[in-house]
């Protein structure tokens, strides 16, 4: 099955069955920031669409954004949890030992920014789930690292959804 086809039936399934919406959007974004399966998942893409979806189709918009901002802060405190737990053996567990170069990335990433590579790295593909991986095995503060999380799935959670929730509608409204 292909990536369109994946974000087709996604989308399809969410306009069939709206209340489903929240949950689904939840674990989306929890999938795109976990570390394991971010690899795994184009939720990005789908999430996109879920953005254009709710634009179109009059679907509640503040529901899926808190969904997708608590599956982003969440899946990223888990991996950050791990981080804290494995150290550095953790790239040794799959899928994570197919790609070799995304810890590594990812630390060079986090010594260079520190604080504000946690935020920004939320917004960088395969650095989404592995630096809070990496801030957990440099030992980050805690509290640092919620702060930065939370923040950063607001702001991620609001790039991924109004695009297509507002911008189509202010389109509609010009046309």
């Given amino acids: 099955m292909s990536l369109d086809e994946i974000t087709q039936a996604t989308i399809a399934f969410m306009r069939a ?14 999938g795109e920031s976990l570390a394991f399966i971010s690899l795994l ?50 790239s040794h567990y799959w899928p994570l030992s197919r790609y070799p170069n995304v810890i590594p990335r990812g630390h060079l990433f986090f010594e260079r920014w520190g604080v504000a590579g946690v935020f920004f790295g939320r917004f960088f ?7 809070p991986l990496v801030a957990g095995i ?9 702060i930065v999380n939370v923040a950063s799935a607001i702001l991620w959670a609001t790039g991924i959804l109004a695009p297509g929730a507002f911008g189509l509608k202010w389109l509609q409204q010009w046309t």
């Fill in 125 to 131: 593909g395969p650095l989404r789930a592995s630096v």
């Fill in 41 to 90: 998942l184009p939720a990005t893409v789908i999430l996109v669409g879920v953005g254009f979806l709710i634009g179109e189709s009059g679907i509640a918009f503040w529901p899926l954004w808190l969904a997708a901002i608590v599956g982003a802060a969440v899946g990223d405190w888990l991996s950050f949890w791990i981080g804290t737990r494995l150290g550095d053996r953790v």
């Fill in 17 to 30: 069955h709206q209340a489903w919406g929240v949950p689904l959007v939840l674990l989306l974004a929890f």
């Fill in 138 to 146: 440099c030992e980050m503060p805690v509290l640092t690292f919620q």
